[in-house]
């Protein structure tokens, strides 16, 4: 059974510092893998999708990197700014159908 | 831009009580979700449909059940409701996987309260 860790589950960080969030997954079959950012009582808003063949994607200040074999996968945010507080969740897909399985999340805030 | 409405924010509801959780997409998805957000608990699937009338159980099905019977819209009913329902639940859709797979994209949720 798939199972999706976020490390850490909090984070504070001064205005204009680069940051770092982690996930790992423990089946390294994944046809993807999901970054979300999620506001206090919000949905879910999609920021970066990698496919399974994919090594990283880049949005603006966002840049996520997958490593498969190993099991993980990096959200790097630069610049960061006040913004940017929110949670964030990383969710792998895998096997045949649409499923997604989430870790629990990253509570990034980002002090002015 | 995709938009996924759920048609209510807030809900309170009592035991017993059969609820109904409205979930309308207007980018013409094939795909459907249904999710619950607990505190610590992360968010876990409930049901998904990946056309009209078509659906899968998910994780914890157990007291809900799906109807799907035009493609814009997924509803989630609880049968009869029980204060271990009380959760945020999420609606998602997206396009079906093909060549490369789509992002979801998530309503604004809704906070049920059974009392």
């Known amino acids: 059974k798939q199972e999706v860790t976020q490390i850490p589950a909090a984070l504070s960080v001064p205005e204009g510092e680069n940051l770092v969030l982690n996930c790992s997954f423990t089946?390294?079959?994944?046809?993807?893998l999901q970054w979300f950012r999620q506001d206090p009582g919000k949905g879910l808003t999609s920021l970066l999708l990698?496919?399974?063949?994919?090594r990283e994607q880049t949005s603006g200040r966002l840049n996520a990197s997958l490593d498969k074999s190993s099991g993980r996968s990096t959200l790097y945010i630069a610049a960061s700014q006040p913004g940017d507080s929110a949670t964030y969740l990383c969710?792998?897909?895998?096997?045949?159908?649409?499923?997604?399985?989430f870790g629990k999340g990253t509570l990034l805030t980002v002090n002015p | 831009d995709v938009k996924v409405t759920q048609s209510s924010r807030y809900l309170v509801k009592r035991t017993g009580e059969k609820v109904f959780l409205e979930c309308v997409q207007d980018m013409d998805h094939e795909n459907m979700f249904w999710y619950r957000q607990d505190p610590g608990l992360g968010l876990r699937l409930i049901y998904f449909s990946y056309d009209v009338k078509m659906k899968e159980k998910g994780d914890i099905p157990e007291g809900y059940s799906v109807s799907r019977e035009k493609k814009e819209r997924f509803s989630l009913i609880l049968e009869s409701a029980s204060t271990n329902q009380t959760s945020m639940y999420l609606c998602a859709s997206s396009r079906p996987t093909g060549a490369e797979d789509q992002p979801q994209h998530f309503g604004d949720g809704t906070r049920l309260s059974i009392l």
């Open positions: 969710a792998v897909r895998g096997g045949s159908n649409y499923k997604l399985t």
């Open positions: 990698i496919q399974s063949s994919q």
């Open positions: 089946d390294s079959a994944i046809y993807n």
